[in-house]
């Protein structure tokens, strides 16, 4: 049986949603967050996180999801993890406190090493 590695989360934060291809996610309920990590009663909580969750982000309330990934919301977002990453809200600094090719994908995360998997 494959073992799984615990990844260490204690390193240098870096945000995987600004610096990987991870993506972002669509929650249940019909708003766009920065990925699915963050979707949960833990998360909510945290003031930055909350702003993704309020009624005027609301799928239905737009054309389109680039009027909503190209809006105030996401570009504060960026620009936050971009210049004030000590700001990030406490999840993110645990979930993206380990590598950057931990978790990234299913892909490459399952898939990377193909031959150990036997
Ligand atoms: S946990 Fe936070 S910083 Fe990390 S990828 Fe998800 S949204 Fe981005």
């Known amino acids: 049986m494959m073992k799984i590695k615990k990844a260490d989360r204690k390193r240098k934060f870096q945000p995987k949603c600004l610096l990987t291809d991870r993506q972002p996610a669509f929650t ?3 708003f766009l967050i920065p990925c ?3 979707d949960n ?3 909510w909580k945290e003031k930055k996180i909350k702003e993704f969750y309020d009624e005027k ?3 239905d309330k737009h054309e389109t999801v680039l009027e ?3 809006g105030e919301l996401f570009n504060d977002w960026w620009d936050m993890l971009e210049n004030r990453p000590e700001e990030a809200p406490e999840i993110c600094k645990r979930y993206c406190g380990s590598d950057l090719d ?3 994908t299913k892909h490459d ?3 990377k090493n193909k031959e150990e998997i036997k």
Request: net charge neutral; glycine share 4%.
């Open 102 to 104: 931990d978790k990234v």
């Open 57 to 59: 982000w609301h799928i």
């Open 28 to 30: 249940a309920t019909g």
């Open 68 to 70: 909503i990934m190209h």
């Open 109 to 111: 995360y399952f898939f």
């Open 41 to 43: 009663p833990t998360a």
């Open 36 to 38: 699915c990590w963050v």
